[in-house]
Structure formats: structure tokens, C-alpha cells
T-cell receptor, first 114, second 108 residues
Framework: EAQVTQNPRYLITVTGKKLTVTCSQN?????MSWYRQDPGLGLRQIYY???????DKGDVPEGYKVSRKEKRNFPLILESPSPNQTSLYFC?????????????FGPGTRLTVL | AQRVTQPEKLLSVFKGAPVELKCNYS??????LFWYVQYSRQRLQLLLR??SRESIKGFTADLNKGETSFHLKKPFAQEEDSAMYYC??????????FGTGTLLAVQP
């Protein structure tokens, strides 16, 4: 089944403890992206990647890192999480960055930073 | 500035009633607009895109450039339509700019 997967789905952690949220897609998509969803703010883009080894900042990149070593994976790294990063995170992918390509979303990761 | 506005946080209607979910946008170029839906405990999924001019699950949306709107409509709401609906604008670098979402609750 063509899909985007994320792990973990739920995570509770403490301030300053490094964590990684994985994202993987099996559709051979070039474009991948991370969003965070907060009440009253909708979804905002954190980072995106046009292809392997090509990443760039979105609207809210502070406190996050990403890597794109392989086409299928796009992990989100929080080196030193803080409570304001408590949010619902979505990974998305699309065939490429052009045209009206549909973005497919993962199931979401709910992160709580205490 | 590129922005999407969904003025209603919650829209509650009775089954069989017409539905209109409002979406206004701000974009300097030619906009590419989408509606995404998120059913309870499910992932965000594309409902429709303006370029296709299609009807999905009875929903339609017409782009009105004069009013900078892309309202989502359905003539007769069903209980299974209850979900969170997001209007989105495709910005530079393929980023989706989302509105804050409208929760549609269809009462029996």
C-alpha cells in the first residue's frame, strides 16, 4: 500500500532530551515536508526537501533539524526539545514540487515536551 | 503576503441541509487551491483541487478570483461528512499554506 509512515505516533519527553521522529514513504516521491499543527494556527511548514541531500527551511524551522540521505526517509530531529515544541507533527510527500501533485500525509506524531 | 483564511472554527448543520465552508485567500500570483479533509482519527487527505473542477463525495468548490474565495459546498450534508476541513494554497517551493480549519458537525 502506498503510504507515508511516521514513528512514533505518540511521544512524551522532557526538556532537552534529543529525539527523532522518523518519516518514510514508499512512493518514490522526490518532495518531502514536515508540518506542525497547533490549535488556532492550522498547519505550518517546518522544513522541506526537494530531493536527496536537498533540504531547506520552511516557516517555523527554529529548534528543528532534518536530513535526507535517502529518497524514502526524512527524519525530523529535535536536538534540545522545549515545551513550545509540544504539537502534532505531520510528514508529507509528493511526486515532485511542480504542478498540482497531491501531497500525501502521514498519520501524525503527537509530541509532548514537559 | 500569502494567507488563507477560514473564518469559521465550527459549522454545525443538520443532515440534509446545505453546507458552505468558507475560504478566502491572499496571493499575488495565480493561485493553486486545495481542500483537505481530516476525519476523526485519520490522516489528512486531499478532497479536491480547483484545477480539476471535480466533485468529490458531493462536494464542489469554485475559485472566484474577484472575491479571492474558494468556498466548499455540498447541497445535502451527510453525517459521514463530519470532519475537519482545511483550505490550502500552494505557495512557493510547493509549500502548502493552510487555513486554521473548520470543524463540520452534521447532526442527525
Amino acid at each position: 500500500e502506498a503510504q507515508v509512515t511516521q514513528n512514533p505516533r505518540y511521544l512524551i519527553t522532557v526538556t532537552g532530551k534529543k529525539l527523532t521522529v522518523t518519516c518514510s514513504q514508499n512512493m518514490n516521491h522526490e518532495y518531502m515536508s514536515w508540518y506542525r499543527q497547533d490549535p488556532g494556527l492550522g498547519l505550518r511548514q517546518i522544513y522541506y526537501s526537494m530531493n536527496v541531500e536537498v533540504t531547506d527551511k520552511g516557516d517555523v524551522p527554529e529548534g528543528y533539524k532534518v536530513s535526507r540521505k535517502e529518497k524514502r526517509n526524512f527524519p525530523l530531529i529535535l536536538e534540545s526539545p522545549s515545551p513550545n515544541q509540544t504539537s502534532l507533527y505531520f510528514c508529507a510527500s509528493s511526486l515532485d514540487s511542480g504542478g498540482y501533485n497531491e501531497q500525501f500525509f502521514g498519520p501524525g506524531t503527537r509530541l509532548t515536551v514537559l | 503576503a500569502q494567507r488563507v483564511t477560514q473564518p469559521e472554527k465550527l459549522l454545525s448543520v443538520f443532515k440534509g441541509a446545505p453546507v458552505e465552508l468558507k475560504c478566502n485567500y491572499s496571493y499575488s500570483g495565480s493561485p493553486e487551491l486545495f481542500w483537505y479533509v481530516q476525519y476523526s482519527r485519520q490522516r489528512l487527505q486531499l478532497l479536491l483541487r480547483h484545477i480539476s473542477r471535480e466533485s468529490i463525495k458531493g462536494f464542489t468548490a469554485d475559485l472566484n478570483k474577484g472575491e479571492t474565495s474558494f468556498h466548499l459546498k455540498k447541497p445535502f450534508a451527510q453525517e459521514e461528512d463530519s470532519a475537519m476541513y482545511y483550505c490550502a494554497l500552494r505557495g512557493a517551493t510547493n509549500k502548502l499554506i493552510f487555513g486554521t480549519g473548520t470543524l463540520l458537525a452534521v447532526q442527525p
